[in-house]
């Protein structure tokens, strides 16, 4: 069985442009998160899903910041226009039932997107 | 915010020693959970702890947990070159079941 997956796995931008991230979490698994972790730090929730609806999106800067959930499966995170602090790496993750889950509350982590904002 | 807090922030060992970790939070939890991740890496699922459990074990890893003074620790055993990764520790929010506030890490070297 596949992991999470994410796409791209670097990325580059100037200041004041658009980027976006895909996500494709475990099959069947409902809850879907989007972390931002900066150099040095632990993973900050952004916003979570359950299906395709947001449970939990207070730490999202709204300004700049979308996520959406097409489907309860596959979801995409944008940034526009990015900052330079938004330099980060961006983390998906999914917990659910199935695929050898250890308990709901465990979280399978894709291996981030690396975004530097020049 | 962030609900737990690794010490120490980084700790060097030789291959074949032991290397305890600790985590302290804030708030009441229903569990406890402990990841890895390694350089350039996602985060691995290492163990869950509940909170009326004592201590846990998986394999060369041991987490206890102390509800009392709100702490855990995680102890890696016979430490090898391939543990060397950043140790998170996690607990949901108070309020939510699904949702993990993570630490700043322990970020773990062990020399062969």
């Known amino acids: 069985e596949a992991g999470v997956a994410q796409s791209p796995r670097y990325k580059i931008i100037e200041k004041r442009q658009s980027v976006a991230f895909w996500c494709n979490p475990i099959?069947?698994?409902?809850?879907l998160y989007w972390y931002q972790q900066i150099l040095g730090q632990g993973p900050k929730l952004l916003i979570q899903?359950?299906?395709?609806?947001?449970?939990?999106d207070s730490q999202l800067p709204k300004d700049r910041f979308s996520a959406e959930r097409l489907k309860g499966v596959d979801s995409t995170l944008k940034i526009q226009p990015a900052k330079l602090e938004d330099s980060a790496v961006y983390l998906c993750?999914?917990?659910?039932?199935?695929?050898?889950?250890?308990?709901?509350?465990?979280?399978?982590f894709g291996p981030g997107t690396r975004l530097l904002v020049l | 915010s962030q609900q737990g807090e690794e010490d120490p922030q980084a700790l060097s060992i030789q291959e074949g020693e032991n290397a305890t970790m600790n985590c302290s939070y804030k708030?009441?939890?229903?569990?406890l959970q402990w990841y890895r991740q390694n350089s350039g890496r996602g985060l691995v699922h290492l163990i869950l702890?509940?909170?009326?459990?004592r201590e846990k074990h998986s394999g060369r890893l041991r987490v206890t947990l102390d509800t009392s003074k709100k702490s855990s620790s995680l102890l890696i055993t016979a430490s090898r070159a391939a543990d060397t990764a950043s140790y998170f520790c996690?607990?949901?929010?108070?309020?939510?079941?699904?949702?993990?506030?993570f630490g700043s890490g322990t970020q773990l070297t062990v020399l062969p």
């Open positions: 708030t009441s939890i229903n569990n």
């Open positions: 702890i509940r909170s009326n459990e």
């Open positions: 993750a999914s917990s659910g039932s199935g695929y050898r889950a250890k308990s709901q509350e465990t979280q399978y």
């Open positions: 899903f359950q299906n395709n609806g947001v449970v939990d």
């Open positions: 099959s069947g698994h409902a809850t």
């Open positions: 996690a607990t949901p929010p108070s309020g939510s079941a699904r949702q993990l506030t």
